[in-house]
């Protein structure tokens, strides 16, 4: 095992739980030195071709997954707990190196309640784009490890010579993804997302309005064949392959697929939602396309724009029966799992902005736990929403409590997915956000109808990014700036690695 982990880029493993004592690692890979044998041998150089970790090394890395994962509120009934399963990426600076961490819960007989744990695979620092660009390959293999390790470990924890088989077999397994051809393994993450859909369907008028160039827009011609162009977002360069949408294009894309589709983070998919003539033929590219994904072994996010969907329009029956009807179809191609849809319109930025901040955030691995211990401080301080934004407006990671439903005015019916209902709150959030960014304080309050939104501004590294709280008075303020310091403590490395 010593061996094979020498030769692979996977440097590690370590299990810990939450035990009586608190976080306490129970396996380590390869297995810690104490102090003395570290200064008999000289052995400090941190990481080389192997990880050299003293306990009281692998007891910190342990500390510092679970306390992610044990946010000082429970707020799942113990019911839902086992059903909670979350991938982060970490990194660990005092031993240049970056992890892929599982959090799950396991029973054990002794235990009256499950017991929170969690599972790192270690890698050089400088390889960690190995663990972004195949965490899809790896996660699999690490549900299955423990759908037969946790019965292993239900009764007592066996010696580690035991069960190390079982831990070599994980790694073989992963390493058979190492070595089967993907990306080469470099430091700077590289991401693309396709733009597809028909013609005429809005694609290049999305981008130019995240582009914020407006004046672009007058007169835009059809795109000839993929038009790329390149944002530097999050600490990582973000491709956006532009497909132009005519037939002849779309025959070439599913044709040479293994370039235009091969590798793709995320797919954008646009169905102009005026034109009811074209929906079977704009359903039947969107076929064609996941067809070729799937044939890929892909798992390409999909978030669907329902585009040209202008305030003026959407209030007449017609186009609300457009909508149903998409609905249902994506619906049902999607097998009744849910799926991410938005409306937007150029006429309204923030429609956009909110369609592309759901998406750059599912470039993030570490997105559902920023969101879980987001939820878990709004709870606690009693905040009716709460946005993380980066500088230049994405939406990072979101909390939206009953209130902030009712307080928004948002029917209750249509709260699939928030952002989906068109709310023109959302406007006003954004125009006071631009005017914050101009004041370049750390805080403001800016009071609206019934209710105050606070703003912070916080810097992790090189990096500003903004909290928007929205809660119903100004005397919150104390509260919630105390309680941020404890949730940036053990978030800031989930957000410092939140792309890239
Ligand atoms: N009313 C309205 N018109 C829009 C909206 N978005 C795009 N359009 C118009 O729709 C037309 C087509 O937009 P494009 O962005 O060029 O469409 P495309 O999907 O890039 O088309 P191809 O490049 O041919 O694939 C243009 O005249 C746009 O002005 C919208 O939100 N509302
Ligand atoms: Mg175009």
Do not use: C
Request: charged fraction near 25%; hydrophobic fraction near 40%; charge should be negative.
């Amino acid at each position: 095992m010593e061996e094979l982990l020498k030769s692979s880029i996977v440097k590690g493993f370590i299990f810990s739980v939450y035990g009586e004592l608190g976080p306490t690692p129970i396996y380590s890979f390869p297995n810690y030195f104490s102090e003395k044998e570290l200064k008999e041998n000289n052995k400090n150089t941190k990481l080389e071709d192997e990880l050299i970790l003293t306990y009281r090394d692998i007891t910190q890395i342990s500390i510092k997954n679970l306390s992610l994962f044990i946010s000082d509120k429970i707020i799942t009934e113990e019911k839902d707990l086992q059903k909670i399963q979350y991938f982060a990426i970490l990194p660990y600076p005092d031993f240049k190196a970056t992890s892929l961490t599982y959090f799950h819960f396991i029973r054990i007989d002794s235990e009256n309640s499950p017991i929170p744990t969690a599972f790192s695979i270690l890698v050089e620092e400088n390889s960690r784009s190995f663990l972004y660009n195949n965490i899809n390959r790896i996660k699999p293999i690490v549900f299955e490890f423990f759908k037969n390790f946790d019965t292993v470990i239900s009764k007592t924890y066996p010696p580690r010579e035991e069960i190390q088989d079982k831990f070599q077999d994980l790694l073989s397994k992963i390493i058979e993804i190492e070595q089967s051809p993907s990306t080469p393994v470099t430091t700077h993450r590289k991401m693309k997302i396709l733009f597809a859909g028909l013609d005429d369907s809005g694609k290049t008028s999305f981008l130019l309005s995240v582009d914020r160039k407006y004046s672009k827009l007058i007169g835009l011609k059809p795109t000839v064949g993929a038009s790329i162009k390149s944002i530097e977002a999050l600490g990582a360069t973000i491709f956006l392959w532009d497909l132009g949408g005519q037939k002849r294009f779309r025959e070439k894309y599913i044709d040479k697929a293994e370039i235009y589709l091969y590798e793709a983070d995320l797919l954008f998919y646009f169905i102009d939602i005026k034109n009811k003539s074209r929906f079977d033929e704009s359903i039947e590219y969107l076929q064609n396309l996941k067809g070729v994904i799937k044939d890929f072994n892909q798992h390409t996010p999909i978030v669907y724009i329902l585009s040209k969907g202008d305030s003026d329009v959407l209030d007449s029956q017609e186009i609300k029966d457009n909508i149903e009807f998409i609905k249902n179809k994506l619906d049902e191609i999607n097998e009744h799992e849910p799926f991410d849809i938005y409306i937007t319109s150029i006429f309204q930025i923030f429609t956009i902005l909110r369609a592309f901040s759901s998406g750059i955030s599912k470039l993030s691995p570490n997105r559902d736990l920023i969101n879980h211990n987001l939820k878990n401080f709004s709870l606690m301080t009693d905040t009716y929403l709460t946005l993380l934004l980066s500088i230049d407006g994405l939406v990072l990671a979101d909390f939206y409590g009953t209130q902030a439903i009712e307080l928004t005015k948002m029917p209750k019916s249509e709260v699939v997915n928030v952002f989906e209902v068109t709310a023109p709150q959302f406007a006003v959030l954004f125009k006071i956000f631009a005017r914050f960014k101009a004041l370049k304080q750390d805080e403001a309050i800016f009071k609206v109808a019934n209710s105050v939104i606070l703003f912070r501004r916080i810097q992790i590294e090189d990096n500003f990014m903004f909290f928007l709280f929205l809660v119903d008075n100004e005397d919150k303020k104390e509260l919630i700036k105390t309680e941020l310091k404890s949730f940036l403590n053990y978030t800031q490395d989930l957000l410092l690695r939140y792309i890239a």
